[in-house]
């Protein structure tokens, strides 16, 4: 896949942007995720930014139980930065790591320093990620009453020599269990997230994974492919022998066995890797990145994008603390994207999406390379917009390529 390579510059100790990123920013969606770094076991095949609590101690901003103090204490710099502008917050995300590692009540006054500080839309969408073994009943209707609507089961697998693989701890039994409390506590959206292609794992596998997610009755799926990240003890594992590389063909035949069993459950693709019941069962805030929109990124290594500028934080959640209660932003480096830059992201994540990509987008030459995309089969015209098939959506970042300037 074509990348954006950027020269990363300092971010100001108080964080501040340029003037130009905040023109206009009223006009704009604005969302807010929230990284919450700790892990009870790391997983092998992860490379996100996670901690097991026992490595961190009890330094400030880095333990569980501080950590929601060094949250509202960033989200009150974002207040600051983003100035006195009127931005109600129109998505708000909890992910990880695992965010239910942090008590309700330490979850819930994060989310009430975001309405505090910027206010939270009417129809507001607050999502935050959990593993099926990090909730209790007594835990999820804590979260309703708390503001949030939405919840994202890291499901992964229900074949338990899958999840062994990948170092997952929880029983696949307590999925169906956490999905039934969490509709018991008023929660009207609930996703599932899945993942193909692990070593070892049969195509009997995944059709079992398949269709013991449906029999919970979700409104989402998230199917992803498993990729061997570098530095991952996955990794290490496939570097000596101990397990094979993820086949491609496989993937494919895996990816189209989900999308022939999520169609027929009535599921629709939105997304390359992301199905919905309905339209409102689609994840909006992933929408929010998907189409260039602004969002602040709390937490240690937590990435953000604010009118073409995009920053991220520093990594180690002890460094992240540190900073912030010395009254410095927790931002390491940032880049300002040109038009160019802006252009070819727009290309590459529009185009994964059900509506697809206005052709108007692309500059003459990729609007000449059109006709190859589509006798070869990989997208379709739907008036104006270029939409992937279902081969297309196997081959998406092909075609990335074929119509995108050398």
């Known amino acids: 896949m074509p990348s954006v390579q950027l020269s990363a510059e300092p971010v100001p100790a108080d964080g501040a942007l340029p003037e130009a990123a905040l023109l206009g920013a009223a006009d704009r969606p604005f969302g807010l995720y929230v990284h919450v770094p700790f892990c009870r076991v790391r997983c092998g095949y992860c490379d996100?930014?996670?901690?097991?609590?026992?490595?961190?101690?009890?330094?400030?901003?880095?333990?569980?139980?501080?950590?929601?103090?060094?949250?509202?204490?960033?989200l009150r710099l974002a207040r600051r930065v983003l100035g006195s502008v009127d931005r109600p917050v129109s998505t708000v995300f909890f992910g990880g790591g695992t965010p239910t590692l942090l008590p309700p009540?330490?979850?819930?006054?994060?989310l009430a320093a975001v309405r505090s500080e910027f206010g939270l839309a009417?129809?507001?969408?607050?999502?935050?990620?959990?593993?099926?073994?990090?909730v209790s009943a007594a835990d999820l209707a804590l979260l309703?009453?708390?503001?949030?609507?939405?919840?994202?089961?890291?499901?992964?697998?229900?074949?338990?020599?899958?999840?062994?693989?990948?170092?997952?701890?929880?029983?696949?039994?307590?999925v169906p269990l956490a999905v039934q409390w969490?509709?018991?506590?008023?929660?009207?959206?609930?996703?599932?997230?899945?993942?193909?292609?692990?070593?070892?794992?049969?195509?009997?596998?995944?059709?079992?994974?398949?269709?013991?997610?449906?029999?919970?009755?979700?409104?989402?799926?998230?199917?992803?492919?498993?990729?061997?990240?570098?530095?991952?003890?996955?990794?290490?594992?496939?570097?000596?022998?101990?397990?094979?590389?993820?086949?491609?063909?496989d993937?494919?035949?895996?990816?189209?066995?989900?999308?022939?069993?999520?169609?027929?459950?009535?599921?629709?693709?939105?997304?390359?890797?992301?199905?919905?019941?309905r339209e409102r069962s689609r994840c909006r805030h992933n929408r929010l990145y998907w189409t260039g929109g602004d969002?602040?990124?709390?937490?240690?290594g937590a990435h953000s994008h604010v009118g073409g500028v995009r920053w991220w934080n520093v990594k180690h959640p002890a460094a992240y603390g540190q900073r912030l209660a010395q009254g410095s932003s927790p931002?390491?480096?940032?880049?300002?994207?040109?038009?160019?830059?802006?252009?070819?992201?727009?290309?590459?994540?529009?185009?994964?999406?059900?509506?697809?990509?206005?052709?108007?987008?692309?500059?003459?030459?990729?609007r000449a390379r059109i006709p190859t995309v589509l006798d070869r089969g990989l997208a379709v015209l739907e008036g104006e917009r270029l939409v992937l098939t279902r081969e297309g959506r196997l081959l998406a970042d092909g075609v990335v390529r074929e119509l995108l300037p050398d």
Request: charged share 25%; hydrophobic share 40%.
């Open 295 to 300: 969002w602040w990124g709390v937490g240690p």
């Open 331 to 366: 931002g390491q480096g940032r880049e300002v994207l040109t038009a160019e830059d802006r252009h070819t992201e727009r290309v590459l994540l529009e185009l994964r999406l059900r509506e697809g990509l206005d052709r108007a987008v692309l500059d003459p030459a990729g």
């Open 122 to 134: 009417d129809d507001a969408e607050v999502t935050t990620e959990a593993n099926p073994d990090s």
């Open 251 to 277: 993937l494919a035949d895996k990816y189209l066995l989900a999308d022939e069993r999520l169609s027929a459950a009535g599921f629709d693709w939105y997304e390359v890797s992301n199905w919905a019941r």
């Open 48 to 74: 996100f930014n996670t901690y097991t609590a026992t490595e961190l101690g009890d330094v400030t901003g880095a333990s569980v139980s501080s950590y929601a103090d060094a949250a509202i204490a960033e």
């Open 182 to 249: 969490a509709r018991a506590a008023g929660f009207e959206e609930l996703s599932l997230d899945l993942i193909y292609g692990t070593p070892g794992e049969s195509m009997a596998d995944w059709a079992t994974s398949l269709e013991a997610a449906l029999a919970s009755d979700p409104d989402h799926v998230s199917a992803y492919s498993l990729i061997v990240e570098q530095g991952t003890a996955l990794a290490r594992r496939v570097r000596r022998g101990e397990l094979p590389m993820p086949d491609d063909d």
């Open 144 to 174: 309703r009453e708390s503001g949030f609507t939405r919840l994202s089961f890291g499901m992964q697998s229900a074949v338990p020599a899958v999840l062994a693989t990948l170092d997952r701890t929880h029983d696949p039994l307590r």
């Open 105 to 110: 009540g330490d979850l819930g006054r994060i």
